[in-house]
């Protein structure tokens, strides 16, 4: 994809956003809630997971309101993270430690997700794409809240260790 204007840019960001939802929500959630041990990090999963669905949705509007239809390009940061992932996620047997581990590949997750967001809202805006700044935010907004629950069950973890 040529990019050659600011829209040309937010469109790629957010075909990249597009895939990164897509893919926590087909692939990374699904196998984290299955590997979790603790009941909070399986239920904070199960929920954020129904809202990453969402996200799916809000950022194909973001999309059309931008004036394309969505389509999702890949992203090599996300899936750096999870080929890391998954290729150490084996190696831990204790099962508390291995939901911190999980926790831990959630929050630089959810921390990639916002920096992208922001990016993508930051050009929605110079662009006076309201509509998508709003359905971008509430994104940016629940993956906050996300990251704020992740950490708090990993503390919790982190003192049963």
Known sequence: MSMVNPRDLLLKQL?????????LFFEVLPA???????????????????????HCV???????????EPASAASP???TLKEQHDSEAGQITHPVLRDVFQCAGAVRTEHYELACYA??????QTLG??????LL??????????????????ATLRGEL
């Open 15 to 23: 075909a990249e956003l597009l895939w990164i939802e897509r893919t």
């Open 32 to 54: 984290v809630h299955d590997a979790a041990h603790a009941p909070a990090l399986q239920t904070l999963v199960t929920e954020h997971r129904t809202e990453t669905r969402t």
């Open 58 to 68: 809000r950022v194909e509007e973001a999309m059309r309101a931008a004036g394309a």
């Open 77 to 79: 940061p996300l899936a």
């Open 119 to 124: 990016a993508a809202i930051g050009l929605a």
């Open 129 to 134: 794409l309201d509509k998508a700044v709003r």
């Open 137 to 154: 935010a509430q994104n940016r907004g629940e993956d906050a809240a996300a990251l704020e629950g992740i950490e708090q069950v990993a």
